[in-house]
């Protein structure tokens, strides 16, 4: 059954979208399932290995749930607005608008020859003006609801790409994006209020079915910490500030105070003389990005303000230091140093000659000379009324007390800082607000939505916003006083258009509402959700509190947008490391769909390589599955004829017959186990295990007393197991053999249990505890028939010489263990 995979290839896909047989209308759907897949950046010219490796072995997935059952919703689109897409554009000396809508027609012909299941009637295009309209429209809701604010910060800038970054854009103190350093940079940004959703985003994680490392680096990130706030007061000024702390049972133990350097309070307070040199020290700060300064390092670096706080616990007089360990964006920008008992602050003291004093001991121990920090639980020293007491106990009675005094609370803070939204690039969404003098920040009114992104703008980063040198967009009435005003100069992060588009999926079409409520009650959350573990702290995270603000705005009846999450591993070079034009180790598609056709590299990217896992490539493999896919075709050319008998079998079955039909639902166990869980390659080793025990079975018995009726049965189940894997190749056998309607309308077939259970089994034979012999007996044959099958063998027979049996121990069903000594 020889085929030409561009002739099926094309023909099927042809078919396929004339008869609108992976299309769904939502409005109709009930029991849906939605599956979605993180769609693409088009800002390359071509799918590469790794979008065939995300999308393509995906389908494959999707597919078996739709022949499970399941009422299957699965669209795609791109995530066309950003820096990756302008970046290709001043490449390539064209328009952002030309070159994205370009590569997304081009990629999205390309997934349509993957020949992936897509409901292309549901695609979307951040891009596109019917799709920023919503996005501006979510970030109204975001702004009127108090949930965004413009502020001025000390930002991540990257030089390279002349726009700011958030802390989770930056990798190691360089742009995820270009590699280039980051430095820091005071500028007035949007942010949006993430952190009052903290909280919830944390306590939630528990109900996802998500990745335990991808919980785990939320759980980090959100960084959920219960302590206390405490008051101190600047010596000698009237300046009060405070600071977080989760141990307040270290109080007495503090010896100096740290503060970030841009920490704006520092300038009111530093000494004439030590101006100048924490004047120095902030400007070298500005040159550390934020992820940098987290990073525990062993270098430590500060300067004295010159200035003293007071303990409010003793009254005690420390110094006032500044050092970049400490963020303003973090807490209160200012800690209280513990150096006997916080590894940092130890380790500055050290650095700078700070006194060190230790307040807690272990218990039963006595003060001793600190080679490093204390860190743990124990006993109250040097404290005042304290000393003696567990210090567990200590830190809710200094907590009282302090709040008694006035001086502190009890105090629940977040490592997660708000979401930092603005860029100062061009291609991507206008943000919907007018900047009157008299007014302020003006909502544009949502009748005149969407601010449409201008074209006639000199698009190359340039340090602010392109859209400034715009006069034609940036002048505009104010909408309340109408007075003279200007447009926001910036655009919003592509994050932002990503943040909300499993909402607009099901609703695409809609020009009147983002998304219809009905539609998405019924439609969300998200069944299954595919994309990279990169995301785990950005897009995840960012999409989990849109959702949460829409549900509580009313937009949805869900709070959580994705329930099942799954990463896909990645497609490495074949020198290991990550794919890259600069690197010379990428690896195109193209030659390989040209060569073997796109099931068959589907096929070898499901049987090579873990799904979840990824490798290095490696395409020696994709000959042998060609080879093995031919061999399959020859067999079911040979055994053409079978088709046109009844697969309907009764009971009485011969051995052969039996072992047959029990390779294949064991086969059929694993595929179905296996395929569910993202097992794809040991699901394909289980259908090369049933193409065997069918050969096996042709070979052993003679053609005239094959049954007939079993080998229907198994050919014709044998592709559509397949057809998930090889869907081309798979419907055009179908047609050749006979059947009507397509093979991916079939349903999945069920495991019969009972021909699990074979009436002859292999069976270990054991010298003195070592396996030195396997033999046939039926499964419930008693001690002396399987011993009398034994000694048949002659291997058991040569260890049975000159040797007496003291004693036989048979495990039914299991082996035979014969103990021997010498005669």
């Known amino acids: 059954m020889a085929y030409n995979h561009h002739e099926i290839e094309e023909k099927w896909q042809k078919r396929w979208t004339e008869d609108s047989l ?33 999308y393509g072995v995906m389908d494959t997935w999707t597919r078996y749930q739709r022949m499970n059952g399941k009422k299957v919703f699965f669209p795609m689109g791109f995530d066309a607005f950003g820096l990756p897409a302008e970046n290709f554009a001043i490449k390539h000396g064209i328009h952002p608008k030309e070159s994205t809508t370009k590569n997304a027609n081009y990629m999205m012909n390309q997934f349509k020859k993957m020949g992936v299941s897509y409901n292309f009637d549901y695609a979307l295009d951040t891009s596109k003006e019917d799709y920023y309209k919503w996005t501006q429209w979510v970030f109204l809701e975001l702004f009127k609801n108090g949930l965004a604010y413009k502020k001025e910060a000390p930002v991540n800038w990257c030089n390279s790409c002349q726009t700011v970054l958030a802390n989770e854009q930056v990798k190691d103190g360089a742009c995820e994006r270009c590699d280039s350093s980051v430095i820091q940079k005071n500028l007035n940004q949007w942010f949006l ?78 000494s004439d003389s030590q101006r100048e040199a924490v004047l120095d020290y902030i400007e070298q700060t500005k040159k550390v990005s934020e992820v940098d300064r987290l990073t525990v390092s062993d270098q430590k670096t500060g300067v004295f303000t010159g200035a003293y706080a007071i303990n409010p616990i003793n009254q005690e007089k420390v110094p006032i230091w500044i050092s970049d360990y400490v963020l303003f964006s973090y807490g209160t920008g200012a800690v209280m140093a513990v150096p006997a008992h916080d590894e940092r602050d130890f380790d500055f003291a050290n650095a700078f000659d700070l006194p060190i004093r230790q307040v807690i001991v272990k218990k039963g121990e006595s003060e001793g000379t600190l080679d490093k920090a204390f860190t743990d639980a124990g006993e109250m020293i040097h404290s005042k009324k304290y000393d003696g007491l567990s210090s567990l106990d200590v830190k809710k009675q200094i907590t009282d007390d302090l709040q008694a005094m006035n001086k502190g609370e009890a105090k629940v803070n977040f490592r997660l800082r708000d979401w930092l939204i603005s860029r100062q690039r061009y291609w991507g969404s206008p943000i919907p607000i007018i900047h009157c003098d008299d007014c302020g920040s003006v909502p544009v009114p949502e009748d005149q939505l969407p601010i449409t992104l201008p ?68 439609m969300m959350p998200v069944d299954k959700y595919v994309g990279g573990p990169e995301h785990a702290c950005m897009h995840l995270l960012y999409a989990r509190f ?35 034009k600069s690197k010379g ?46 061999r399959v075709a020859r067999l079911l050319e040979d055994q053409k004829h079978v088709f046109g008998v009844s697969d309907a079998f009764g009971d009485d079955l011969n051995s052969d017959e039996k072992k047959l ?49 079993v080998l229907s049965f198994v050919l014709k189940n044998l592709v559509v197991i397949l057809s998930p894997f090889l869907p081309h190749i798979c419907e055009e056998w179908w047609e050749t053999l006979g059947q009507s309607k397509s093979v991916s309308l079939e349903v999945w077939p069920e495991v019969n249990e009972k021909f699990l259970e074979l009436d002859e089994i292999q069976m270990a034979v054991m010298i003195n505890g070592k396996v030195r012999e396997q033999i046939k007996v039926a499964k419930d044959s008693d001690d002396d028939t399987v011993f009398a099958a034994a000694v048949k063998s002659t291997k058991v027979q040569g260890y049975l010489e000159g040797m007496n049996i003291v004693k036989k121990i048979h495990v039914k069903g299991k082996l035979l263990n014969l103990i021997l000594k010498k005669a």
């Not at 959580?560 to 799954?566: D, G, I, V």
């Not at 040209?594 to 493999?621: A, H, N, Q, T």
């Open 546 to 580: 849109v959702n949460m603000v829409m549900k509580d705005l009313g937009h949805t009846i869900h709070e959580e947008p994705f329930t099942s999450l799954t990463h896909q591993g990645m497609i490495l070079g074949s020198d290991g490391q990550k794919m890259s």
């Open 661 to 709: 039909l029990f390779v294949y639902n064991n086969s059929l166990k694993g595929v179905t186990t296996d395929v569910v869980k993202f097992q794809f390659n040991t699901s394909i080793a289980r259908i090369m295990e049933l193409y065997n025990a069918v050969s096996d079975y042709l070979k052993a018995v003679d053609p005239d007393k094959q049954n007939q009726a």
């Open 585 to 630: 180790n990428s690896v195109s598609p193209d030659g390989y769909v040209e060569d073997y056709g796109s099931d068959i590299l589907r096929l070898y990217l499901c049987f090579g390589f873990s799904y979840v896992d990824g490798g290095p490539w490696d395409d020696s493999g994709i000959k042998s599955m060609s080879k093995f896919v031919d």
């Open 22 to 54: 992976f299309s769904v209308d939502v409005n109709k759907l009930d029991d849906k399932y939605y599956v979605l897949v993180m769609f693409p950046y088009p800002s390359g010219d071509k799918l590469h290995m790794g979008h065939w490796y995300q």
């Open 455 to 522: 074209e006639n703008v000199e698009f190359k980063p340039m340090g602010e916003s392109p859209l400034k040198a715009c006069d034609s967009f940036m002048n505009v009435e104010c909408p309340q006083c109408k007075k003279p005003a200007l447009r926001e100069a910036d655009t919003l992060d592509t994050f932002m258009c990503s943040s909300w588009y499993y909402l607009r999926f099901p609703n695409v079409g809609n020009n009147d509402q983002a998304f219809e409520q009905g539609i998405t009650d019924k």
């Open 193 to 270: 209020k993430i952190t009052e959703y903290a909280d919830k985003l944390l306590s939630n994680l528990d109900s996802l079915d998500w990745p335990h490392k991808t919980l785990a680096m939320q759980k980090h990130w959100i960084g959920k910490s219960t302590g206390t706030e405490i008051e101190f007061k600047v010596d000698k000024l009237d300046i009060d500030f405070k600071v977080f702390t989760t141990r307040p049972d270290t109080l007495h133990g503090c010896t100096y105070v740290t503060f970030a350097p841009e920490h704006p309070e520092v300038l009111n307070f530093v």
